[in-house]
């Protein structure tokens, strides 16, 4: 890369390469305190690392870029993400949403990351490589563009995103999701079974976990979930599907991935109803100390009258799937996914967790980061985790 001050012989970079998969990183912005940056996947991204806006080879030069490109930043194909080392940008540059955000980087941590600042840098970095980065929705690096003095660089740049496919073609072809899709897992009088419990209970509104302060604690947040929830206490009804998933599901997970399932988490009907505007925003399963054992999620649709509520995967396009009564997706905890908003009906799912015995003994290890509210859990205990 060019454009380096005052190197120094001693400095260290991350070197990052085209084709590599961008680091993943939690970062304060403009529009988030605790911006994380893989929720992103399913679009392209643009991060400009300029280190400070008033430094001579940034002034003025990125707020110009962006205005020229603006149409570019939607949110839908595209983002653009600024990196600022300097404290003072917060009051000079500002989100202009749908699009443009900035983080703000005064530690270093991201652009050590990518190679911007050196890895023993100390704020404020005397050495810093000015660069834009491009990648593609499903988070690889795609271009790396050294700031240029003649504006070499922003033309590069502009050539490069007129010449990127939709989204959905982004690796020259529509893409398969890496996820088992199962029909016939519950048979239509189960599901109706299950429906019918939920009806009886009624649901209470459902949160998600999030660390905060070391610990893991369930939150709401309408903008990021809405979805109504009934745990299901009936051990007959619990024993019949762990009995259908044992049979069904367990055996084409050891198939297609090598894995030995042995436990399952959570018995629960869910209801995504179009009276609520509900929906479920792109995330992951296993992000917690309070989820990290869990491996394989699974979502067995119990309804078929309804309208949205499909499972995407953004980082493999735009397709998005609904399972026919009693049908199931499974998936690693770890992909990025999210639930459309159901528009008519009401959608009923069954919705367990998979894991084995090693993911048992870490769950158990990690009691003492769960809030208290969330309980305790003892791998060595016979209980309806153990089909």
């Not at 911006?35 to 280190?51: E, K, N, P, Q, S």
């Not at 003025?60 to 020229?68: H, Y």
């Not at 309804?306 to 735009?318: A, C, N, Q, S, V």
Request: charge should be positive.
């Amino acid at each position: 890369m060019t454009d380096v001050i005052d190197t120094k012989a001693a400095a260290r970079f991350a070197d990052l390469q085209i084709g590599d998969l961008a680091p993943w990183f939690r970062q304060r912005s403009t529009s988030n305190p605790d911006f994380v940056f893989d929720t992103t996947a399913g679009r392209y991204i643009v991060l400009c690392f300029f280190g400070s806006e008033s430094d001579q080879a940034a002034r003025g030069r990125i707020l110009s870029f962006l205005k020229q490109n603006r149409n570019f930043f939607d949110d839908e194909k595209a983002s653009f993400f600024g990196v600022s080392i300097d404290p003072a940008d917060e009051t000079r540059l500002k989100a202009d949403l749908p699009g443009i955000r900035y983080f703000w980087d005064f530690d270093a941590r991201v652009s050590k990351l990518y190679g911007a600042a050196p890895l023993d840098a100390q704020p404020p970095t005397l050495a810093f490589r000015r660069s834009w980065f491009v990648l593609d929705p499903a988070l690889r690096i795609i271009a790396i563009i050294p700031f240029a003095p003649d504006g070499a660089d922003r033309r590069a740049l502009a050539a490069l995103l007129e010449r990127l496919p939709p989204v959905n073609a982004y690796a020259g072809q529509e893409m398969q999701a890496p996820i088992l899709f199962l029909p016939g897992v519950f048979e239509p009088e189960l599901c109706t079974r299950l429906i019918d419990q939920y009806e009886a209970a009624g649901g209470f509104s459902s949160g998600f976990m999030r660390e905060k302060d070391g610990k893991t604690v369930l939150v709401h947040d309408a903008i990021h979930k809405v979805r109504r929830d009934y745990i299901i206490e009936d051990e007959a009804l619990i024993r019949a599907t762990q009995a259908r998933v044992r049979r069904r599901i367990f055996p084409a997970i050891q198939r297609a991935y090598q894995f030995n399932t042995t436990r399952m988490e959570r018995y629960l009907v869910a209801c995504y109803s179009s009276e609520d505007s509900a929906h479920f925003r792109a995330h992951r399963d296993n992000t917690t100390k309070g989820t990290a054992h869990r491996r394989f999620a699974v979502s067995i649709n119990l309804s078929a009258d309804f309208d949205g509520g499909e499972i995407g995967f953004p980082e493999y396009g735009t397709r998005t799937y609904k399972p026919p009564i009693g049908g199931a997706v499974v998936f690693s905890c770890s992909l990025l996914h999210n639930v459309s908003r159901v528009t008519r009906g009401r959608r009923y799912a069954f919705l367990p967790f998979l894991y084995d015995e090693a993911a048992a003994r870490i769950r158990e290890a990690n009691n003492s980061f769960l809030d208290k509210s969330i309980g305790t859990y003892t791998a060595d205990a016979k209980r309806a985790e153990t089909p």
